[in-house]
């Protein structure tokens, strides 16, 4: 992933997870499930930390605050192995983006540049994928 995308991500140990939101509320225990994620093989997606990842952050087709947040992240975990990634790691970004659109959602002005530089790489990853098999 190019520099200047990992490098408008805010950390996992920053206090504005506490400002973002997802399904149950504040996303404070957001950033806990991405150290969790950073620990799994790409191969591996069906664990607990993408079910709550998914039924938090993408819950019943909504997209909230923290949706936003966590893209870049799992886009950044992709780029590490897109051959071997599990499906769920090109479905959620993807899954979000739908979400944002119907019905509208903003993404909050501090997360946009992270949020669609990390789309914008999906098809490029998905191609990569796609030559390996």
């Not at 805010?10 to 206090?15: C, E, V």
Request: hydrophobic share 50%; net charge negative; with cysteine.
């Amino acid at each position: 992933m190019p520099q200047g995308v990992v490098s408008r991500m805010f950390a996992l140990d920053s206090p504005r997870w506490s400002e973002l939101t997802h399904a149950y509320g504040v996303a404070h225990d957001t950033s806990d499930l991405l150290r969790r994620l950073r620990d799994l093989p790409v191969a591996e997606g069906q664990s607990e930390t993408w079910f709550s990842l998914w039924s938090s952050l993408a819950h019943q087709g909504d997209a909230y605050t923290a949706s936003f947040a966590v893209v870049p992240y799992v886009v950044e975990a992709l780029t590490s192995a897109p051959d071997s990634a599990s499906a769920t790691y090109f479905q959620f970004p993807a899954w979000v983006e739908i979400c944002r659109k119907n019905p509208a959602v903003a993404v909050p002005q501090d997360l946009e540049a992270a949020y669609f530089a990390a789309l914008a790489r999906l098809p490029a990853l998905a191609g990569a994928a796609a030559v390996q098999v």
